[in-house]
């Protein structure tokens, strides 16, 4: 009940594609989403965040929808460029970070 | 401001030895947490100090220990290692005010840790 399922595990977009990475929860306790991004060599860095009382939050070219009665929240990232390949984790906390398997994103030119 | 800092960044010991990794946390953040990262595990939490008090731990053995001190710096100890402790460990700091929840975790470059 503690997993944070995500998928793809890894993903090849074009440069100006949309990426798109899905994660899945089961506790109802969770009351805060976050993205991480994680370049090689490098720690997870907070990219978004969402509560459960929004349905979608927008930075940028970064978006997260988020489905409270599916217990499904997905990271939408428009106009992908290069500099964007990386891994990127979801997560749902409680009193805890419980982060999903990670993707690793390629963007190609 | 300065970010994390994690000493050292490489480790390599063998098996049956301990190690003791450390952590500098952002300046003014009292909170420091603790993640091991593997290929086949993903991002696991280890545990959580604040204000040198342990307010959380994930699921690991107790071979797996911490410490914070006054100045918020934190150590974190394996003993009696095994293979399957080689992995990268992470630390976070936050300021640990609005509790860990919604709190901004910022995460140091790791400590490699490889044990033969």
């Known amino acids: 009940q503690q997993q944070v399922k995500q998928s793809p595990q890894s993903l090849i977009v074009q440069k100006g594609g949309i990426s798109i990475i899905n994660c899945a929860y089961e506790?109802?306790?969770?009351?805060?989403f976050p993205w991480y991004q994680q370049f090689p060599g490098k720690g997870p860095a907070l990219l978004i965040a969402?509560?459960?009382?929004?349905s979608e939050k927008k930075e940028g070219r970064f978006t997260i929808s988020f489905n409270k009665s599916a217990k499904q929240f997905s990271l939408h990232i428009m106009d992908s460029q290069p500099g964007d390949s990386a891994t990127y984790f979801c997560?749902?906390?409680?009193?805890?970070?419980?982060f999903g398997t990670g993707t690793r994103l390629q963007v190609f030119p | 401001k300065a970010g994390v800092t994690q000493t050292p960044r490489y480790l390599i010991k063998t098996r049956g030895q301990q190690v003791t990794l450390s952590c500098s946390p952002i300046?003014?953040?009292?909170?420091v947490s603790w993640y091991q990262q593997t290929p086949g595990q993903g991002l696991q939490f280890l545990f959580e100090?604040?204000?040198?008090?342990?307010?959380n731990k994930g699921n690991f053995p107790g071979r797996f220990s911490g410490r914070q001190f006054s100045n918020s710096r934190s150590e974190m100890n394996v003993s009696t290692l095994e293979l399957g402790d080689s992995a990268l460990y992470l630390c976070?700091?936050?300021?640990?005010?609005?509790?860990?929840?919604?709190?901004?975790?910022?995460f140091g470059p790791g400590t490699r840790l490889t044990v033969l």
């Open positions: 300046s003014g953040h009292r909170s």
């Open positions: 969402i509560r459960p009382d929004v």
């Open positions: 976070a700091s936050s300021s640990g005010i609005q509790g860990a929840s919604t709190d901004t975790q910022y």
């Open positions: 100090y604040f204000s040198e008090t342990q307010r």
């Open positions: 506790n109802t306790a969770f009351d805060y």
């Open positions: 997560a749902a906390s409680t009193d805890k970070l419980i």
